[in-house]
């Protein structure tokens, strides 16, 4: 499945090589991606969809790839033409950065320099804007007879410290300075979060409120089967325990329902096999929840948090809820429902038939999914309004009965009816642990009939000239309007 009914996939970009890692700039529409040819190039997006301007539909020939014109394979085009016409993607610059392969990029925070890092061990700070490098640094030899020690990751933690881990498990903090135009050639601190196994990701953990910089001091690594805390002013602050299996990505989600040792935010780490597991911020020796992502056991390669501007209309989503997408090793996206902890299959997307999904972002306006893997990038919108009212009459938006799902998706709690709600346009669907089923059983049976509010959607008569039409009336009113009926009668 390439497609589906609550999204669009807008727009398809082919690259000359496999892409190994993508960044965003902050405030722009500007899209960086590096290359195992060790090719960084840069584009730009259009704006907005307000924003551009309506261009002749690309003439489609033979040879064409996921819709995309001819054009597109060219690859010699100053300007890539998206699938529906609706204006282009721009090359600003493009160059060989690297030998070997680009592993890594990260944007500073206010978007004026692009770090890379690559196999040749090498880490570079060029302009955003023209590409042209001003700084760059050799990384540290694991041993003295050892090749060049490759990065995994590269961060912007600050203004003043860049992190970059690397194949031997080496985590280096190195100073920037000239508004990170400069890079200390030795590191100011050296870590081993995970011994010898190689840090796969890391997440910085939001500053409190009592922070005077705004910035964050601390971030969280897995490499291996563990995850660690560490502290820019302290080393490593803790750890978990052995998960026995490789926890290859991170999530961190904030707003959630709060009470008893919950503070109401989550950190997410993505499994080789298939599983999300849960910890609870501040409790890092074990996880807290687990979620089955993928029963076919296909690894999470990246998670990311989806903005509420990305998301479809159809029902309804509570405000303790949030939804993270999740990119597998086979090509697809799944999204994941977390506070009920269950996947909305009927989101699926696929990003490709082959490659795995290495990268998932979302513009600065977060109406907007940027996704990458193999040799192509695409991007996605929430599907437009006229789709989606083609989808409810059609009534493929109902929800499918399967063994990851559940009839009614209800909180165990009695006072469930007074949480608010926001309209979002998510479905009511995933899988859902057997506790959740076995719970929930009698509560289903008992609901048969309702929405998702436990609400009847009738029609009801009160005299023979007169009727109420309502998807809001609850048992309670039923029952009175029955009995005025039956005594009118």
């Known amino acids: 499945m390439t497609s589906s009914p609550y999204f669009d996939n807008i727009c398809t970009l082919p690259l000359p090589s496999d892409l190994f890692c993508q960044a ?15 090719h960084v190039l840069t584009y730009r997006l259009p704006s907005t969809e307000e924003d551009i301007p309506t261009v002749p539909q690309p003439e489609f020939r033979k040879g064409s790839i996921n819709g995309t014109s001819s054009i597109l394979s060219q690859r010699r085009r100053s300007s890539t033409a998206s699938e529906n016409g609706l204006g282009s993607i721009d090359t600003i610059w493009k160059t060989r950065r690297h030998k070997g392969s680009c592993r890594a990029l990260v944007y500073s925070l206010d978007g004026n320099i692009c770090y890379s890092g690559g196999t040749d061990g090498l880490i570079k700070a060029f302009e955003t804007e023209t590409g042209r490098v001003v700084s760059k640094i050799a990384l540290p030899l694991a041993t003295e007879d050892a090749d060049e020690d490759a990065p995994t990751v590269i961060h912007v933690l600050t203004p003043l410290h860049l992190l970059v881990a690397t194949d031997s498990g080496s985590l280096y903090v190195y100073e920037l300075k000239d508004e990170g135009r400069t890079i200390t050639n030795e590191p100011s601190q050296t870590h081993q979060p995970h011994g010898q196994e190689h840090i796969n990701t890391l997440l910085p953990i939001p500053p409190s409120s009592e922070s005077t910089s705004g910035y964050p001091k601390q971030f969280i690594t897995v490499g291996g089967s563990t995850l660690a805390v560490i502290d820019i002013r302290r080393g490593i602050i803790a ?9 290859l990505s991170l999530s961190m989600v904030s707003g959630l329902k709060s009470g008893g040792t919950s503070v109401g935010t989550k950190v997410l780490a993505g499994q080789s096999d298939g599983v999300i597991s849960l910890f609870e911020r501040g409790a890092w020796g074990d996880l807290d929840e687990r979620i089955v992502v993928d029963r076919e056991g296909a690894s999470i390669d990246v998670l990311c948090e989806v903005p509420l501007g990305f998301l479809p209309r159809m029902g309804k989503l509570k405000m303790n809820e949030k939804i993270v997408a999740a990119g597998l090793d086979d090509g697809r996206i799944r999204f994941v429902r977390i506070g009920r902890n269950n996947v909305i299959h009927e989101w699926d997307l696929k990003h490709d038939e082959l490659e795995g999904v290495t990268s998932i972002l979302f513009d600065e306006a977060g109406t907007r999914m940027i996704t990458a893997g193999g040799s192509i990038v695409k991007v996605w919108t929430k599907a437009s309004p006229a789709s989606e009212a083609t989808l409810n009459m ?36 995933g899988g859902s642990s057997e506790e959740e089923r076995g719970g929930r059983r009698k509560k289903r049976k008992r609901n048969k009939g309702k929405d998702k509010s436990g609400e009847m959607n009738q029609t009801l008569s009160l005299t023979p000239n007169h009727q109420i039409r309502s998807t809001k009336w609850s048992l309670k009113h039923i029952v009175v309007l029955t009995n005025i009926r039956s005594t009118s009668a």
């Open 24 to 38: 965003l700039h902050p405030t722009q529409p500007i899209l960086t991606v590096g290359l195992a040819s060790g």
């Open 239 to 247: 750890a978990s325990e052995d998960q026995e299996i490789e926890l």
């Open 394 to 429: 059609n009534g493929t938006g109902k929800r499918r009965h399967n063994a990851d799902s559940v009839e009614d998706e209800e909180d165990d709690d009695d006072d469930d009816s007074d949480d608010q709600e926001q309209e979002v346009e998510s479905e009511d669907e």
